[in-house]
C-alpha cells in the first residue's frame, strides 16, 4: 500500500512561489494516477492538476501557466511548483493516487489514497 506525506506549504505574498512536494511509499507509485487536489474553507475538494503515469498532465484552468506538476519516479516523489501566486490559491494542498485506470479522474472521490494536506495561506 502506497502511503503519501506532503511537504512545502507556507505562508507567502501574492506574486510570490511555493513548491509542494509529496513523497510515496510503496512499489506501485509508477503505476498510480496522481492528483493534486486543494479545498478552501466553505468550499468542495478541488482538482489543481493530475499527472498521469506516462507523465501526461492535466490543469484546472485557474492555474493554468502558473502551476507545473512534476514527477520523478525513480524517487517516488510528485511535486507542484506554483507560481504567481494569489489570494484565490489559498486552501489545504492535498496530494492523491487514484489505484484503477478507469473512472472520473477529476473528481477527488475517485481517488483512493490521501496525503495529510499541507496550508498554503496567501497573502494580499
Known amino acids: 500500500q502506497v502511503q503519501l506525506v506532503e511537504s512545502g506549504g507556507g505562508l507567502v505574498q501574492a506574486g510570490g512561489s511555493l513548491r509542494l512536494s509529496c513523497a510515496a511509499s510503496?512499489?506501485?507509485?509508477?503505476?498510480?494516477?496522481m492528483g493534486w487536489f486543494r479545498q478552501a474553507p466553505g468550499k468542495e475538494r478541488e482538482v489543481v492538476g493530475i499527472?498521469?503515469?506516462?507523465?501526461?498532465?492535466y490543469y484546472e484552468d485557474s492555474v493554468k501557466g502558473r502551476f507545473t506538476i512534476s514527477r520523478d519516479h525513480t524517487k517516488k516523489t510528485l511535486s507542484l511548483q506554483m507560481n504567481s501566486l494569489k489570494p484565490e490559491d489559498t486552501a489545504v494542498y492535498y496530494c492523491?493516487?487514484?489505484?484503477?485506470?478507469?473512472?472520473?479522474?477529476?473528481?477527488?472521490?475517485?481517488?483512493?489514497?490521501w496525503g495529510q494536506g499541507t496550508q498554503v495561506t496567501i497573502s494580499s
Open positions: 499527472s498521469w503515469m506516462d507523465d501526461t498532465t
Open positions: 492523491a493516487a487514484k489505484v484503477t485506470y478507469s473512472g472520473n479522474f477529476y473528481h477527488a472521490n475517485e481517488y483512493d489514497l
Open positions: 510503496g512499489r506501485a507509485f509508477n503505476g498510480y494516477t
